[in-house]
């Protein structure tokens, strides 16, 4: 059965990509952060919003910029 998607702080989104994903955060500019990752020819570029929580709509959005299935995504958190 796969894992559920939860809602999650932008701060909290941020830290699984990075740390589990390989993205780094490359800018902010008020409350969005960028965040790449490149490997080889591939480039993959996600912007997310530091809010308290966000909403599913919102962190699935965020996940398929970055190229990340929501299963993966939800093991980690």
């Given at each position: 059965?796969?894992a559920?998607?939860?809602?999650?702080?932008?701060?909290?989104?941020?830290?699984?990509?990075c740390?589990?994903?390989?993205f780094?955060m490359?800018?902010?500019?008020?409350?969005h952060?960028?965040l790449?990752?490149e490997s080889?020819?591939?480039k993959?570029?996600t912007?997310?919003?530091?809010?308290?929580e966000?909403?599913?709509?919102?962190?699935?959005g965020?996940?398929?910029l970055?190229?990340?299935?929501?299963?993966?995504f939800?093991?980690?958190?």
């Amino acid at each position: 059965m796969p894992a559920r998607l939860k809602k999650c702080s932008g701060k909290e989104c941020v830290r699984i990509l990075c740390n589990k994903f390989g993205f780094s955060m490359k800018r902010q500019k008020g409350s969005h952060v960028v965040l790449v990752k490149e490997s080889g020819a591939e480039k993959a570029v996600t912007v997310v919003p530091l809010h308290r929580e966000l909403k599913l709509g919102t962190l699935k959005g965020v996940l398929e910029l970055a190229k990340v299935s929501e299963d993966e995504f939800a093991n980690f958190q």
